[in-house]
């Protein structure tokens, strides 16, 4: 009952959010859960960086994200909060299966990514894994069918989405494709396209990179609806 109150009440804060209004630096100024802000306090984040205050309001309201913004400005948590809010206001549990899917272009940066959510999402209750390769296939199947949260490559996720009885991607909410840029350059076109195809077109996507190119905007056609644009320029 109380937790239907506080779900109530960060709804109705999410409902009278103003994205392009939105003026703080600070993530508490944030209609976020407990559980986030939480997290985001334990790993002492507390001042938003200008990708982070001009993404996560428009993804807090469901807006497909174009987003630009060069290494080193945050972009990890400007996809890693919405994705954690959007299971968290779905109430979404172990037995939903697979909520979001975050791709990346490099096993390393997976593990990077992976371990930023496991410190900002340790107090809610989702299940998270890695799928990156480097265990049998049939190992990480074992474990992959329960997750509610996945950090992937391209190559390997596509391969459980073709394969492995009983996952699939049907009720996804949000997908995240981190460093596009890097995933156009590495090949990784068709094996996007193809990913994609095993997802539902209900969900929200948020696209990220450090450069816009032309081969990130082809992406950006296919994958995203309607897109809101944020790029985020250095000071001349
Ligand atoms: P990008 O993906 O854009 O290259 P990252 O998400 O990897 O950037 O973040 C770069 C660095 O900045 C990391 O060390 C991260 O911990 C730190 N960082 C990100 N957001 C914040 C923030 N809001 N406050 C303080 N440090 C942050
Ligand atoms: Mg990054």
Redesign the pocket.
């Known amino acids: 009952k109380r937790n239907q109150e506080d779900l109530s009440k960060l709804n109705a804060s999410v409902d009278e959010l103003d994205p392009k209004a939105f003026s703080s630096k600070n993530f508490a100024d944030l209609p976020l859960s407990q559980a986030t802000s939480d997290g985001l306090r334990d790993s002492h ?1 507390e ?3 200008d990708v ?1 205050a001009r993404a996560i309001p428009l993804a807090l309201k469901g807006s497909d994200i174009l987003g630009a ?1 060069k ?7 400007a996809f890693l909060v919405p994705v954690l809010e959007k299971l968290f206001r779905a109430q979404w549990t172990e037995l939903d299966g697979l909520g979001a899917l975050i791709i990346s272009p490099t096993r390393e940066l997976a593990v990077q990514i992976f371990e930023v959510l496991r410190k900002i999402g340790r107090h809610h209750t989702f299940s998270a894994g890695l799928v990156i390769g480097g265990k049998s296939l049939k190992e990480e199947a074992e474990r992959l069918i329960r997750m509610n949260i996945l950090v992937c490559t391209p190559g390997r996720m596509l391969q459980h989405l073709d394969q492995t009885a009983g996952f699939n991607g049907d009720n996804l909410q949000i997908l995240v494709l981190d460093e596009a840029d890097r995933i156009m350059d590495m090949g990784f076109q068709a094996a996007v396209d193809a990913l994609v195809e095993h997802l539902p077109t209900s969900r929200q996507t948020l696209l990220f990179s450090a450069t816009q190119s032309k081969r990130v905007s082809d992406l950006a056609r296919l994958s995203l609806k309607e897109p809101e644009y944020v790029s985020v320029h250095e000071a001349a």
Do not use: H
Not at 71 to 77: A, N
């Open positions: 984040f001042t938003l960086t982070q913004a290494t080193g400005s945050g972009k990890t948590l």
